[in-house]
């Protein structure tokens, strides 16, 4: 069984971004169900998986990442991005979803990792 795995990096400030919050949704049609929330820690890391086990599912999701509480923690003026919403798919659940979040306060980036 694998699990879901995210963390952010600020190529602003090149240093992980933490303290950042996240809320995790499953996609069921045209609707977004909360599976829950969190925040990053001092790695820019969650200390758990966001899904894991048999919370670990095949499916369409999003992970929304709030970007301007973090940016005005640092005192950075972020007038373009508020939230970043990102959303995949889980297509085979034996295997590892990493999606990392690469942000500056005029853009934003990601992939899937391992």
């Known amino acids: 069984m694998g699990k ?3 963390h952010i990096l600020d190529t602003t400030l090149g240093t992980p971004a933490e303290m950042v919050s ?3 949704y499953r996609r069921v049609g045209s609707n977004s169900e909360h599976i ?3 925040q990053t820690n001092k ?3 969650c200390d758990e998986p966001l899904l894991s086990e048999d919370n670990f599912q095949e499916g369409c999701y999003e992970i929304e990442f709030s970007i301007d509480s973090y ?3 640092k005192k950075i003026n972020c007038p373009f991005l508020k939230d970043v919403v990102i959303r995949f798919y ?3 659940k034996d295997e590892n979803y990493h999606v990392p ?3 500056s ?3 934003y980036s990601t992939y899937r990792g391992s």
């Open 101 to 103: 979040l690469l942000i």
């Open 71 to 73: 940016y005005e923690a």
């Open 36 to 38: 829950m929330s969190t």
């Open 22 to 24: 996240i809320n995790l």
């Open 43 to 45: 790695d820019g890391r």
């Open 90 to 92: 889980i297509s085979n």
């Open 105 to 107: 306060p005029f853009s």
């Open 4 to 6: 879901l795995t995210t």
